[in-house]
């Protein structure tokens, strides 16, 4: 059973940035992918960015292109994500998560554990 938690979330102005870290135990960090998700209050959950297991593949929302950035290191069972020019459109709950490793890709969906939530919350 692998366990996710999230650290980093807080309060940051608009324009600011902010990076989120995720921290795996009880499983072989580098067989899964990585990918974060996010909750706005009164909507779903939704796929904010993800990564491959080895690092050499990404795959970001439209509405975080150019702005955030998902990066792992294996030696530390830890996955980060760099928000830059944050809006108050990135308020959410953020989440980890981790999928099984299948070949090169970093799916937007399918994933099997995640991690309680840490709060952004970005002020105009």
């Known amino acids: 059973q692998v366990q996710l938690v999230e650290s980093g979330g807080r309060l940051v102005q608009a324009g600011g940035s902010l990076r989120l870290s995720c921290t795996a135990s009880?499983?072989?960090?580098?067989?899964?992918?990585m990918g974060w998700f996010r909750q706005a209050p009164g909507k779903e959950r939704g796929f904010v960015t993800a990564?491959?297991?080895?690092?050499?593949?990404?795959n970001y929302a439209d509405s975080v292109k150019g702005r955030f950035t998902i990066s792992r290191e294996n030696a530390k069972n830890t996955v980060y994500l760099q928000m830059n020019k944050l809006k108050p459109d990135d308020t959410a709950v953020y989440y980890c998560?981790?999928?099984?490793?299948?070949?090169?890709?970093?799916?937007?969906?399918?994933?099997?554990?995640w991690g309680q939530g840490t709060q952004v919350t970005v002020s105009s």
């Open positions: 998560a981790a999928v099984q490793a299948t070949g090169w890709t970093a799916p937007q969906g399918g994933y099997e554990y």
């Open positions: 009880g499983g072989t960090f580098s067989r899964f992918a």
């Open positions: 990564i491959n297991w080895i690092g050499s593949s990404t």
